[in-house]
């Protein structure tokens, strides 16, 4: 996150805001991620305040602001890359950037002071805010809150007196427990929700916010309001972390604990550091599997140093609002997502000692459970491995059953239509794969059931596919078919391995191109070893076993 060191607004007024429009006719562009954008629009909206410097109501633009830690990525994190029409090379310093949302609307301009790498920095002024369709009356800049809190007598001119808590992900009982104890000390709570980079077409999105408005709804006599930030979700802690009035960190804190003075900033945040997971607190109980399943590659997994700079951050923001103590993480005895996943999946009950009933109405309505919801089986495996075969047969026997929609998504027949004009290069590859993933996705959405026979031979992309479908709120069977090398050649129905030897196919996996074995495969099938039929009942075994058919 930037550090940002002076005043906190940085919207233009209309003037200036018409004259850099025209200007940016002439400029180069960038696309700005969801994420992307609602840091920039934190970083407009005044949230990134001094430690220890309250933010005053009715800041004003007096001219860019220099932002010496504040930097915008080019290159992969940007749909927009060096080499397009919108920018044809990395911008060099001198040069103004129009940052835009994905409609094309011009948020920002960035006049750009250094450019190291794929990295620029430089001179921000903002145009606009970014526009969100959903939920505006739970929207509120860094000013408007104040001001909010002041007209509610929740906070005072000589000093913030609330209190921060920051949701990641749902409220439960033991958090309302928490809140009501706050409020019996006499705190006023502001729970913020953190929602950076969250889209407003996302199911999942809107389920969290309606359990987090049902939850809050069961507190009487409680001075309790809900506020949508934009901040991106945190690693999940496993206790508690505190902000307290005399801006110390402290962590540990339980209900009702009170911050003890003089503690340091650094080591707090450690401590809080060593409690932390990877996994995601924003997640959900639709969209959380357990560390044993968890096939994100380590790389791309939160870390500790991460997880502290985040605490600082929320600290920086809270003060930013207004909100003079902070609240970061799940209270005591709070269930994880995937202990309420779990629950979910077998259509267990959810009692009241674990979470509220008007909350887990809103749960079981948007997760029932396995056997009521979509999945996708994906076989993966060398050309000539019986893939086509095996896929076709449990499309048949999931048809035969009468209680599942089943779309096949054969290879060879996604490329005829889906997939006509790409060709065999790598990219192409990954394209070709990556379509049938949101095919597979979105039949898994609607209740569906995707069966997918690509060859899919990397394991990044056949990650991805399994995050996109997994995302949708669904299941995902990858079954790998081991036949090996020798055998699916032997086979060659269609002469392919005949010809990539002779050089007439180029990067033919399995020859000239590799094939990565999965590691993360729910089953393991080698069809030297086993018949097409008893390969096929293994998988619907499975099925069975793990709750996706029920009878």
């Known amino acids: 996150m930037p550090t940002i060191r002076q005043r906190s607004a940085l919207l233009v007024d209309e003037a200036r805001a018409r004259e850099l429009t025209k200007a940016s006719l002439r400029w180069p562009s960038l696309t700005l991620t969801a994420t992307q954008l609602s840091d920039l629009e934190l970083l407009l909206s005044g949230g990134y305040p001094a430690l220890g410097v309250p933010a005053v109501a009715g800041d004003a633009y007096d001219g860019p602001a220099q932002l010496p830690r504040h930097t915008v990525e080019v290159g992969d994190a940007y749909p927009v890359t060096a080499g ?37 920095s430089g001179l921000v002024e903002g145009l606009r805010l ?67 980079g969250a889209d407003p077409a996302d199911a999942r999105h809107h389920l969290r916010v309606r359990c987090l408005r049902a939850a809050l709804a069961t507190l009487s006599d409680v001075r309790v309001m809900l506020a ?3 901040v991106r979700a945190m690693p999940r802690l496993t206790e508690a972390v505190a902000f307290g009035p005399d801006n110390t960190i402290h962590a540990g804190a339980t209900t009702g604990d009170q911050p003890d003075a003089g503690q340091a900033t650094d080591q707090a945040t450690d401590r809080a550091t060593d409690r932390a997971t990877d996994q995601t607190a924003g997640q959900t109980a639709d969209q959380t599997t357990d560390q044993t399943t968890d096939h994100r590659p380590a790389d791309d997994r939160e870390t500790e140093p991460a997880l502290a700079a985040e605490i600082i ?13 902070m ?64 896929a076709g047969l449990l499309a048949c026997r999931l048809l035969e059953r009468g209680d599942r929609r089943v779309t096949l998504l054969d290879g060879d027949v996604v490329r005829l239509h889906l997939s006509k004009g790409l060709g065999f290069s790598r990219e192409d590859r990954d394209i070709n794969v990556l379509r049938i993933g949101f095919v597979a996705a979105a039949v898994t ?9 690509p060859i899919a031979p990397y ?45 007439i196919i180029p990067s033919f996996t399995g020859v000239s191109d590799p094939y ?34 029920t009878s």
């Not at 959405?445 to 026979?453: E, K, N, S």
């Open 84 to 120: 397009s029409a919108d920018l044809p090379r990395i911008p060099r310093p001198g040069t103004t950037v129009a940052l835009r949302d994905s409609e094309g609307v011009m948020i920002a301009a960035l006049r750009v002071t250094d450019a190291a790498g794929s990295t620029l």
């Open 130 to 196: 970014p526009d969100h369709p959903d939920y505006p009356e739970l929207r509120f800049t860094p000013a408007a809150l104040r001001l909010e809190l002041l007209r509610r007598g929740w906070i005072t001119p000589t000093g913030p007196a609330a209190t921060a808590l920051w949701a990641d992900g749902l409220l439960h009982t033991a958090d309302l427990d928490r809140i009501e104890a706050l409020a019996a000390a006499g705190n006023s709570i502001v729970v913020l929700a953190a929602v950076g």
């Open 228 to 230: 949508l930030v934009p």
């Open 313 to 325: 951050h929320r600290t920086q923001v809270s003060l930013a609002y207004g909100l003079g103590s």
């Open 327 to 390: 609240i970061v993480g799940p209270a005591p005895n709070a269930p994880g997502a995937s202990a309420l996943a779990l629950l979910l999946d077998h259509g267990t009950r959810l009692p009241p000692m674990l979470t509220p009933p008007a909350v887990a109405a809103e749960l079981v309505r948007a997760q029932p459970p396995r056997g009521e919801r979509g999945f996708t089986v994906m076989f993966t495996g060398l050309s000539g491995s019986g893939k086509s075969t095996l």
């Open 445 to 453: 959405a609607a209740g569906g059931t995707a069966v997918c026979a």
């Open 459 to 503: 394991g990044t992309v056949r990650r991805q596919v399994r995050t996109m479908v997994e995302d949708s709120g669904g299941g995902f069977i990858l079954v790998h078919v081991a036949t090996p090398l020798e055998i699916c050649e032997a086979r060659d129905r269609k002469g392919l391995y005949a010809k990539a030897r002779a050089g």
């Open 516 to 549: 990565e074995e999965p590691t993360d495969a729910e089953i393991v099938i080698d069809t030297t070893q086993t018949s097409p039929q008893a390969a096929v009942q293994s998988i619907l075994d499975h099925l069975h076993t793990h709750g996706w058919l």
